[in-house]
């Protein structure tokens, strides 16, 4: 009994910004503490369950009676009243300064004891005030929260400001916001828990969040990755979630790691991972040492991958050392500036330009794109032509008005590498990773990508992204269905002096294969005739 409310009264804490479920959250705790003691109700005792409240109605006669011309009180409310001001808007995100609350409670108790009309403005709107702006401003042993997921963006003016200027590590996401929230809040060697979007863990938009907060200031002490359908009510492949435990120490510990990112529902997770907690051996299990973290690109949360790998990725080049990988052009309306090659005239089309100055000259309207397309390997998905003439024209022009207007969607990016020799690859919704080789006179597209490198290595470099080793490590650095331009120039690279040639003369029939294979259908520009004819 005297454990219930000791708990209730010193260990205890809790803030949400709806007012109904703190309400609901206080009910919960109460009812607990009833369990152990039957008479908690009666004696009086009040947990530290509070909704955020914000100081905006608080007026200024209000403020004065309270503050009883003492310059110090005077100060440190008005700190706490800045600080709280509009607080519905950002929630438990805001860094509430560390000012004597005890001299403010005392105040309180004054005025508890005062014949005031004031008296019930204090206790009903300044005192909540004081107990949730010290909620948020001590530091605790532990840390527990299942965090908004939001994107943040300018549509959110405020909450978009205050991020940017105050979580410039995690300012993509409010889930992000909140890791980095609960580690202040953590004491050192504390531990902090939280259930969110599993994208933390390897997006490149997350590096420093990795980089500058997690890697080397926290020791990852077990893990759930959930992935897809972790909740019952949540469908679709959007929703990916990971649960973790952190300790506020870097310690080289071996976390736990439970991957249930195969199974189709909660209930098979959950099973999966009550299993796991039982049996060492099964596969779903890895433990993994915190150190190799460091060893990855971006130190990329990657706990399921071998000691092998990890030595490639931590002594060989990466891939962007010897080679160029670029994000290509977004035109904001494919509709008007793209075409499948059989739509305009065949004579229209300009085809093998070797650069920009050469195209811009010829006064030829299209030439040809390279736009992604399905899963393809060696040569293929040649479908599109894009309006570039007189170097791109009327698209730079579009995408100006797009950049005056506050948008950046018009990007006509890497132009020094339009109409070079290239390998590209799908870089959005593909399971699979592989290349396809294209030979001079194309540009290529954001979802397409492109990666530039000299003749003596262009084979070479094909040859070992299309294998399944560079697929496997595909999923180690970016295990989402989309792989961007940066993502495959942090793969790790050996050049094999000894192989090379015989790399090359293996890629050269595999790309002529595939080609003669793409050619023999009428949907391709280089169509002589069915090879059954």
């Known amino acids: 009994r005297d454990a219930a409310q000791s708990i209730l009264e010193n260990n205890l804490y809790g803030l949400d910004i709806d ?28 947990p530290h369950v509070y909704a955020i409240v914000e100081s905006n109605g ?6 004065e009676y309270f503050t009883n011309n003492d310059p110090q009180l005077k100060k440190d409310f008005g700190t706490l009243m800045n600080e709280l001001r509009d607080a519905k808007e950002y929630g438990s995100i805001l860094n509430i300064s560390q000012v004597d609350f005890s001299a403010l409670y005392a105040r309180v108790e004054e005025v508890r004891a005062d014949i005031s009309m004031f008296r019930e403005i204090v206790l009903n709107s300044v005192l ?8 948020m401003a001590q530091k605790y042993d532990v840390v527990v929260t299942n965090p908004p997921y939001l994107t943040i963006s300018p549509s ?39 259930i969110t979007m599993h994208s933390w863990m390897f997006l490149s938009s997350y590096t420093k969040l990795r980089e500058q907060l997690i890697v080397p200031k926290t020791a990852i002490i077990n893990m759930l990755h959930l992935g897809t359908h972790a909740f019952e009510n949540i469908g679709g492949e959007v929703v990916q979630t990971t649960t973790f435990t952190l300790l506020k120490k870097r310690i080289n510990i071996r976390g736990s790691y439970v991957r249930l990112t195969n199974y189709a529902d909660a209930e098979a997770k959950r099973e999966a991972a009550s299993y796991a907690t039982m049996d060492n051996s099964t596969s779903n299990l890895s433990v993994f040492p915190m150190k190799y973290f460091d060893y990855l690109p971006d130190s990329l949360i990657g706990y399921w991958i071998s000691p092998r790998i990890i030595d490639i990725f931590n002594r060989e080049k990466c891939l962007s050392e010897i080679a160029k990988p670029r994000q290509g052009l977004s035109t904001s309306d ?30 030829l309207k299209w030439f040809p794109y390279n736009k992604g397309g399905e899963y393809r390997k060696w040569y293929g998905n040649n479908n599109y032509v894009i309006n570039w003439q007189f170097d791109g024209r009327e698209l730079r022009a579009w995408a100006d008005y797009l950049n005056t207007h506050g948008t950046s969607m018009g990007r006509l ?12 690859w799908s870089g959005v919704g593909a399971t699979r990773f592989g290349v396809r080789c294209y030979p001079q006179g194309m540009l290529f597209d954001v979802g397409a990508n492109g990666l ?12 070992f992204l299309n294998t399944k080793i560079a697929n496997a490590m595909i999923q180690v650095l970016n295990p989402t269905i989309n792989t961007g331009s940066g993502t495959v120039g942090k793969l790790p690279i050996i050049i094999s002096q000894d192989a090379k040639n015989t790399i090359s003369e293996l890629v050269e029939q595999n790309v002529s294969i595939a080609r003669s294979a793409w050619d023999s259908y009428e949907t391709s520009w280089d169509f002589k005739r069915n090879p059954l004819v």
């Open 413 to 424: 990016v890497s132009q020094e590498f339009y109409f070079q020799k290239g390998i590209t």
């Open 19 to 46: 007012d109904r479920a703190a309400q609901l959250a206080y009910f919960a705790v109460m009812m607990k503490a009833r369990q152990y003691d039957r008479r908690i109700f009666s004696r009086g005792i009040q």
């Open 334 to 363: 494919n509709d008007r500036f793209l075409k499948l090659w059989h739509e305009p005239r065949i004579q229209n089309i300009g085809f093998g330009f070797e650069s920009r100055e050469v195209a811009a000259k010829s006064e």
């Open 156 to 194: 959110i003016p405020k909450l978009n400001d205050y991020v940017l200027k105050y979580y410039p590590e995690s300012k993509y996401d409010l889930f992000s916001v909140f890791i980095e929230r609960c580690q202040s809040m953590t004491s050192k060697s504390g531990l902090f828990s939280m």
């Open 128 to 135: 909540p005030l004081i107990q949730v702006a010290e909620v």
């Open 58 to 63: 608080l007026d200024s006669s209000s403020v």
């Open 452 to 463: 530039f490198v000299d003749d003596s290595l262009y084979n070479y470099l094909a040859g």
